[in-house]
């Protein structure tokens, strides 16, 4: 699902965020990215989301050669093999969960009717059948990520990504959430959760540590 | 799979239409208030355009019922630059030109002031004049009366006066009566009718019309008409013209001014289309203003939404979504404004033709005009912040919380 090879990611002015990361993961794994501040992970997490490209190796999402595809192709790879979840939620306010959820599949090229239809079938999927109409605003922190959840993969999207998804959760909703991204990953999807709590990525299967741009571990982290 | 096989899905027309307007509903004061610049702008140019069509519409109706077939003779200037005079047969000639239908005449009375009482100081002439007048004179010239009768074979015989519209309002005179008199040229003469403005023979209005005997009887008129006109077939109206001095006065053809009246309407409406093409450039400025506010607003809405952009591209929109969307809300902030504008345009040209007594005329080229000043403004406003949000890198934007 997921090939880097050897990929590094400077930015003008000379600072290194990936320094030479190698990393494959297969179909069907739940992977904790983990680190420090700055380690590298939020640059990690845009290039394997296609949102930012790597200064120099090779990058293979879902079966395509990142280089090799346009700006258009990019954004195409993203609205039908990619869905993200942000610790912000970034969900539109004075829109209904039911429509941000539909929204999700605006640039899929789906009718709205159809969109509407699977956004309330994936919101039924969460568990947030009887919140439909709530605005965000209405819904608990924990609901509303499970909100982003639902919008990340509306369009079964072979890859879901997780930018520190229970960050701005207490410790019961996040529960929660992590436990709807187990589920969703023994439906089939390839979950990469980005985070920097050790508690939540000791509890998934495989973890990446990563450390000034460079993979440091990998394995089972017990408590180092 | 290759890389050629994904491609980005486009746009339904009605998702474009929901996108464009999220700006509208998620801030509605400011979408309200860079829209009113716009309607401002089209407003002023549609109400300029509005109301110099329907005064040109009222001139085209005025023009239409009182013909342009009047033509007028008056006596110019001799050689050596004193006053001419028409010959006392001018009117007996110009009646024998073949396609003339009708001829009416008016005499200047030299030296007969006219006012309401003997009690004005003499000095107080009101700037009216004492004229007499042919019988015939309401048929050639399309002067209407206002209030009592016109001159007949024995009133104009009598100390009896017809005054014009301006006269009457100038001395007092509301309406025509037996015991309403006024003083002209040091006589008293009973106002018997009053009449309504002529357009096509302004002299009229600021004249105490007299019958022509009566003033050769009593104010010692000299019988030489001042102004003569006539009325001829349409088609016939330039032939006419061409021959009406030397016919007027075959001894002087050269002291002879021929002016055809509807000529001075036609060129009061065209003094009045400059004026139009000026107002239309201050209408136009304004909307070059609405428009700067509309680019402004559409730069901060950008700028505000770097996180809604930066996660649109994560669910997949292309830079091309993004400037379609902000184009769109650009185009739609316009559009709204534009609509209101044209309505608020049509609506002043409305209430001022009608405070005008005009028909209110809005050329269907002007709200075409408006649609398309509108959509070129709005284009223009989101042109450079929706291909500014477009290039806008995904990781940029969603780094802004």
Same mark, same amino acid.
């Given at each position: 699902?997921?090939?880097?090879?050897?990929?590094?990611?400077?930015?003008?002015?000379?600072?290194?965020?990936?320094?030479?990361?190698?990393?494959?993961?297969?179909?069907?794994?739940?992977?904790?990215?983990?680190?420090?501040?700055?380690?590298?992970?939020?640059?990690?997490?845009?290039?394997?989301?296609?949102?930012?490209?790597?200064?120099?190796?090779?990058?293979?999402?879902?079966?395509?050669?990142?280089?090799?595809?346009?700006?258009?192709?990019?954004?195409?790879?993203?609205?039908?093999?990619?869905?993200?979840?942000?610790?912000?939620?970034?969900?539109?306010?004075?829109?209904?969960?039911?429509?941000?959820?539909?929204?999700?599949?605006?640039?899929?090229?789906?009718?709205?009717?159809?969109?509407?239809?699977?956004?309330?079938?994936?919101?039924?999927?969460?568990?947030?059948?009887?919140?439909?109409?709530?605005?965000?605003?209405?819904?608990?922190?924990?609901?509303?990520?499970?909100?982003?959840?639902?919008?990340?993969?509306?369009?079964?999207?072979?890859?879901?990504?997780?930018?520190?998804?229970?960050?701005?959760?207490?410790?019961?909703?996040?529960?929660?959430?992590?436990?709807?991204?187990?589920?969703?990953?023994?439906?089939?999807?390839?979950?990469?959760?980005?985070?920097?709590?050790?508690?939540?990525?000791?509890?998934?299967?495989?973890?990446?540590?990563?450390?000034?741009?460079?993979?440091?571990?990998?394995?089972?982290?017990?408590?180092? | 799979?290759?890389?050629?096989?994904?491609?980005?899905?486009?746009?339904?027309?009605?998702?474009?239409?929901?996108?464009?307007?999220?700006?509208?509903?998620?801030?509605?004061?400011?979408?309200?208030?860079?829209?009113?610049?716009?309607?401002?702008?089209?407003?002023?140019?549609?109400?300029?355009?509005?109301?110099?069509?329907?005064?040109?519409?009222?001139?085209?109706?005025?023009?239409?019922?009182?013909?342009?077939?009047?033509?007028?003779?008056?006596?110019?200037?001799?050689?050596?630059?004193?006053?001419?005079?028409?010959?006392?047969?001018?009117?007996?000639?110009?009646?024998?030109?073949?396609?003339?239908?009708?001829?009416?005449?008016?005499?200047?009375?030299?030296?007969?002031?006219?006012?309401?009482?003997?009690?004005?100081?003499?000095?107080?002439?009101?700037?009216?004049?004492?004229?007499?007048?042919?019988?015939?004179?309401?048929?050639?010239?399309?002067?209407?009366?206002?209030?009592?009768?016109?001159?007949?074979?024995?009133?104009?015989?009598?100390?009896?006066?017809?005054?014009?519209?301006?006269?009457?309002?100038?001395?007092?005179?509301?309406?025509?009566?037996?015991?309403?008199?006024?003083?002209?040229?040091?006589?008293?003469?009973?106002?018997?009718?009053?009449?309504?403005?002529?357009?096509?023979?302004?002299?009229?209005?600021?004249?105490?019309?007299?019958?022509?005997?009566?003033?050769?009887?009593?104010?010692?008129?000299?019988?030489?008409?001042?102004?003569?006109?006539?009325?001829?077939?349409?088609?016939?109206?330039?032939?006419?013209?061409?021959?009406?001095?030397?016919? =007027?006065?075959?001894?002087? +053809?050269?002291? $002879?001014? /021929?002016?055809?009246?509807?000529? &001075? #309407? *036609? @060129?009061?409406? %065209?003094?009045?289309?400059?004026?139009?093409?000026?107002?239309?450039?201050?209408?136009?400025?304004?909307?070059?203003?609405?428009?700067?506010?509309?680019?402004?607003?559409?730069?901060?809405?950008?700028?505000?939404?770097?996180?809604?952009?930066?996660?649109?591209?994560?669910?997949?929109?292309?830079?091309?979504?993004?400037?379609?969307?902000?184009?769109?809300?650009?185009?739609?902030?316009?559009?709204?404004?534009?609509?209101?504008?044209?309505?608020?345009?049509?609506?002043?040209?409305?209430?001022?033709? =009608?405070?005008?007594?005009? +028909?209110?005329? $809005?050329? /269907?080229?002007?709200?075409?005009? &408006? #649609? *398309? @000043?509108?959509? %070129?403004?709005?284009?223009?406003?989101?042109?450079?912040?929706?291909?500014?949000?477009?290039?806008?890198?995904?990781?940029?934007?969603?780094?802004?919380?």
């Amino acid at each position: 699902m997921i090939e880097l090879t050897n990929v590094t990611r400077t930015y003008a002015g000379g600072v290194t965020a990936l320094a030479g990361v190698s990393l494959t993961v297969a179909a069907g794994e739940l992977v904790a990215v983990t680190g420090p501040s700055g380690s590298g992970k939020s640059t990690l997490l845009h290039v394997l989301g296609t949102l930012d490209r790597p200064t120099s190796g090779g990058v293979r999402i879902a079966g395509y050669d990142v280089a090799a595809l346009s700006d258009a192709g990019l954004s195409a790879l993203r609205a039908h093999r990619i869905g993200f979840v942000f610790q912000q939620f970034h969900l539109a306010g004075g829109t209904t969960a039911l429509d941000n959820v539909a929204d999700g599949l605006l640039y899929t090229g789906l009718r709205r009717a159809e969109r509407r239809r699977r956004a309330e079938r994936v919101l039924h999927r969460v568990g947030l059948g009887h919140r439909m109409e709530h605005r965000p605003h209405e819904l608990s922190g924990g609901e509303r990520q499970r909100v982003a959840v639902a919008r990340a993969v509306a369009g079964d999207p072979p890859l879901l990504l997780a930018d520190e998804p229970t960050g701005a959760l207490d410790t019961a909703s996040g529960a929660a959430v992590v436990e709807l991204l187990r589920e969703l990953n023994g439906a089939g999807t390839t979950v990469v959760v980005i985070t920097h709590e050790r508690e939540l990525a000791a509890a998934l299967p495989r973890q990446v540590r990563l450390r000034d741009g460079r993979l440091e571990h990998e394995g089972t982290v017990h408590g180092t | 799979m290759r890389a050629e096989d994904i491609h980005p899905a486009g746009l339904r027309p009605g998702d474009v239409l929901r996108g464009g307007a999220v700006g509208l509903r998620t801030r509605p004061l400011r979408a309200a208030l860079s829209a009113l610049g716009i309607a401002i702008g089209i407003a002023a140019m549609v109400a300029v355009v509005g109301i110099s069509s329907s005064s040109r519409a009222d001139l085209d109706r005025t023009l239409d019922s009182l013909g342009t077939n009047l033509l007028t003779v008056s006596p110019g200037r001799t050689m050596d630059g004193g006053l001419a005079k028409l010959p006392a047969r001018a009117e007996d000639m110009v009646a024998r030109i073949g396609p003339v239908a009708s001829v009416s005449a008016i005499g200047r009375v030299a030296d007969a002031n006219v006012y309401r009482t003997d009690r004005i100081p003499a000095a107080e002439t009101g700037g009216l004049a004492a004229y007499a007048v042919r019988t015939d004179l309401p048929a050639a010239t399309g002067a209407r009366l206002r209030d009592g009768t016109w001159l007949n074979a024995a009133t104009a015989r009598h100390p009896a006066v017809v005054l014009g519209a301006t006269a009457a309002e100038r001395l007092g005179v509301g309406r025509a009566a037996p015991e309403v008199r006024v003083l002209v040229g040091g006589q008293w003469f009973t106002v018997v009718g009053i009449l309504q403005p002529a357009p096509l023979a302004p002299e009229l209005d600021i004249g105490a019309l007299v019958g022509w005997p009566a003033a050769q009887d009593r104010l010692g008129f000299d019988g030489h008409a001042t102004t003569v006109y006539t009325r001829s077939a349409d088609a016939a109206v330039e032939d006419v013209r061409s021959v009406l001095g030397a016919t =007027a006065n075959p001894a002087a +053809p050269n002291e $002879v001014e /021929v002016s055809r009246p509807s000529d &001075a #309407l *036609a @060129a009061k409406r %065209a003094a009045g289309e400059a004026f139009t093409r000026l107002l239309l450039g201050v209408g136009a400025v304004a909307l070059l203003v609405g428009g700067v506010g509309v680019a402004n607003t559409m730069v901060i809405s950008v700028l505000e939404r770097l996180a809604e952009i930066g996660l649109r591209r994560a669910l997949g929109a292309t830079r091309g979504h993004i400037r379609t969307q902000f184009l769109a809300e650009s185009l739609l902030l316009s559009a709204l404004g534009g609509a209101a504008g044209a309505l608020l345009g049509a609506g002043v040209t409305a209430s001022y033709a =009608a405070s005008q007594s005009w +028909p209110p005329v $809005v050329p /269907v080229w002007t709200l075409a005009g &408006a #649609l *398309a @000043a509108t959509l %070129a403004t709005g284009t223009l406003a989101g042109l450079y912040p929706a291909v500014h949000a477009g290039r806008l890198p995904p990781t940029t934007a969603l780094a802004t919380p």
